[in-house]
């Protein structure tokens, strides 16, 4: 069955470079959630979309920014990197209004250098 | 607003002992709960779910039981395994009236270490 893929798998940069991640959902799931997850720490929201439009809004530094698009892929661009922002970084995917659990990608490891 | 509570880790038993992982939580309505696992190196995945009072999720051979009474959600297996060591996360999401989407609100996870 087909599962939620993200890429890269992993990404080193640079002090006050920009990254990109991508995540494409399950076919057919129209909600997309991003959460950080530090080192030893609990998975944090940082923002979903549900129909391509912003939803839910966490715990997001102003200088990230994300959107989905028509094909429901969603992307988080990060710019002017921290140390503090090395972190794993999670997409998941759900149906419409299916509160039932979400399917996770295996994320993306971001070290920030 | 939500939250989770759940006992901090690490958990080290033996092989075949019985696991208890407490959960406790905070929730206006009747949010859905889970149980996540990872696994050294990967991503969350869904152990099980109970979405109403009273439901019990079960999977791989563990169970935990939605008790609104109490607000819990304890994670429990009668006999554990080497492969079972990972990092155990409650979590809830919260159910709008009339449906409706929701963030997952995560525990801070519960290692447990299954030793030979």
């Known amino acids: 069955a087909a599962g939620v893929i993200q890429s890269p798998r992993h990404l080193i940069k640079e002090k006050r470079e920009t990254a990109t991640l991508k995540c494409y959902p399950i076919?057919?799931?129209?909600?997309v959630y991003w959460y950080q997850q530090g080192p030893g720490q609990d998975p944090q929201f940082l923002i979903s979309f549900y129909e391509k439009m912003q939803s839910d809004k966490g715990s997001i530094p102003d200088r990230f920014s994300a959107q989905q698009f028509s094909d429901y892929h969603s992307e988080l661009n990060m710019s002017s990197l921290e140390l503090g922002d090395s972190a794993l970084y999670f997409c998941?995917?759900?149906?419409?209004?299916?509160?039932?659990?979400?399917?996770f990608g295996s994320g993306t490891r971001l070290t920030v250098v | 607003g939500n939250s989770v509570t759940q006992m901090e880790g690490p958990v080290t038993l033996s092989e075949e002992a019985f696991l208890t992982i407490n959960c406790t939580y905070t929730a206006t309505g009747y949010p859905s709960l889970f149980w996540y696992v990872q696994y050294p190196g990967e991503g969350l995945q869904l152990l099980l779910k109970a979405t109403k009072a009273d439901d019990k999720g079960s999977n791989k051979g563990f169970e935990a039981t939605y008790r609104k009474e109490t607000t819990s959600f304890h994670l429990e297996k009668g006999s554990v395994q080497v492969s079972d060591s990972a990092v155990y996360f409650c979590?809830?999401?919260?159910?709008?009236?009339?449906?409706?989407?929701?963030?997952?609100?995560f525990g801070i996870g519960t290692k447990l270490q299954v030793i030979p």
């Open positions: 998941a995917s759900s149906p419409n209004r299916d509160s039932y659990g979400y399917t």
């Open positions: 979590a809830l999401s919260g159910n709008l009236l009339g449906g409706g989407y929701q963030k997952v609100t």
């Open positions: 076919p057919r799931h129209d909600t």
